[in-house]
């Protein structure tokens, strides 16, 4: 499972140079979004990376229609902050500002703080930090696992934002023209999120025994199974696991303390889902 990077460090793609630039990004004001580009969700490790060696507290996850595979977008890297308490957001603000970041304060919204990075008169980066477990961060972080999980759905939304970078103009922005979609969507995404469901299963290298992790209504937990000798296609309850967790990766890490041979390499694996958050 690849959860966000706590402090810029999971999964880096290697820092960025401070005059790194993103040949594919846009103006902000341009409304027509584009294909999908293998290379964000590495542009977004990388400036999570950068990030991370300046800024502590601070958990960042790939969030927007960036962070879904195959779903065309503006080229601008979205990213969620979370913190403890939005005072961290104003304490660490100096220091994005000296990574080429603009401190935009709530910009219209209550409990936010956004930030955003241009180089070379493109914006690439946009970063909205809310304090953990918000409302508003799990909305970002629920409708981008429900469009990774459905791709009928996210060929819809594809759909929706051809439709909608048609109809902008300076009178109709393009995020307004979308609006009334994405509520619908939001809704819907929010009550898959909030249903009990395993999102990720690591296996042991015999195929006998696994690991779940589950989620319902924000809420994480962990299982243990073994093979159902009488059920070549079942698993059945060990007894053991641990729920209560607020976070996915804090979940594994515990079921991986628990369970040791679920790090084995081989067929010890993520064997389904995508990243939980």
Known sequence: MSPGCK?????AAGAARPGATCPDALNPMQAEPVSYDPKWPSRFRAE?????LHVTGLTLWHIGSTAVPGL?????????GEVADLAQADAFAPALTALGYEAKGAHGLTGRRYFRRDIDGTRCFHLHVYEAGSAAALRHLAVRDYLRAHP???LAYAAEKRRAAGAADPGIPYASAK???MAGLEA????????????ASLEDETGSKCVDIRTEGGQYSWVECRRDPEDSFGWRFTGAGASGFTDANAAQ?????????ATEPGPARLKSGADPR
């Open 253 to 261: 890490e515990a079921a991986l303390r628990a369970c040791p041979w």
């Open 72 to 80: 065309m977008a503006k080229p601008i890297i979205d990213m969620l």
């Open 7 to 11: 402090n810029g460090r999971a999964e």
């Open 48 to 52: 999570a990376a950068r990030i991370g």
């Open 188 to 199: 819907t995404a929010l009550d898959w999120a909030a249903r009990p469901r395993v999102i």
């Open 179 to 181: 609006a009334a979609y």
């Open 152 to 154: 009928r759905e996210a």
